[in-house]
Every structure is written in C-alpha cells, then in structure tokens.
Nanobody, 128 residues
Framework: QVQLVESGGGLVQAGGSLRLSCAAS????????MGWFRQAPGKEREFVAA????????VYADSVKGRFTISRDNAKNTVYLQMDSLKPEDTAVYYC?????????????????????WGQGTQVTVSS
C-alpha cells in the first residue's frame, strides 16, 4: 500500500512558476513509476507527465512539453513537477499517481488505469 500526498499548489500569474511535490509513504518508492495528471473544471482528468522507477525515462503531454519537468528523489520518496511559463489553461487540480513497475515508459503510462495509487490532489490556479 502506498499513500501519496501532493503539495505546492497555489495561485500564480501567467508566466510564473510553481513546483509541485508528491510525497509517498513506504520503503519501496523506488519500485514505482510515477505520473502526474490534472483535471480542470468541467473536463476529464488528463495525463501531464510520467517518470519511470529510476528517473531515467520521462514523458510529457504535448500541452506541457518544454514548460514542465518531472523528476524524482528516491531517497526522499518524492516526485516533483516543476511548472514554468504557466498559462491560464494550466489551471486544474493536479494529482500524482503510482504504479509498481520496472518497465520502460510506454503508452501505458499515459492512462489512468495503469496506476494503482492516487493522491488527493492539489489546486493550481493561473491568473491572466
């Protein structure tokens, strides 16, 4: 069982930056692939970024590529999402998710059903 707690959300002006953190419980964090998803009001939850267990492989949604960076610190049981050049359309609740996996990043990592554990979400609001 893995418990995930996101933090770092808030209100920021367009063009600004935020860094989200997702802290995981347990001693096996390094065995898990991690993903970030987001859900805007009235929309379905969508994939943002994913990172494999070692941190070597990452993948991004086209809408955030070049602006967001996912990373992890396995010693701290934490995955991060650095968000730069934020836009109003990035406004959403951001969720982190975990899946025990040693696989390379694949199309599976883009889908919600791949992940077994989810955090409660953190709100990000970007004003214009």
């Amino acid at each position: 069982q893995v418990q995930l707690v996101e933090s770092g959300g808030g209100l920021v002006q367009a063009g600004g930056s935020l860094r989200l953190s997702c802290a995981a419980s347990g001693r096996t964090f390094s065995m898990y692939a991690m993903g970030w998803f987001r859900q805007a009001p009235g929309k379905e939850r969508e994939f943002v970024a994913a990172i494999n267990w070692s941190g070597i492989n990452t993948v991004y949604a086209d809408s955030v590529k070049g602006r967001f960076t996912i990373s992890r610190d396995n010693a701290k049981n934490t995955v991060y999402l650095q968000m730069d050049s934020l836009k109003p359309e990035d406004t959403a609740v951001y969720y982190c998710a975990a899946k025990r996996s040693f696989d390379y990043i694949s199309s599976d990592h883009y889908t919600e059903s791949f992940y077994d554990y989810w955090g409660q979400g953190t709100q990000v609001t970007v004003s214009s």
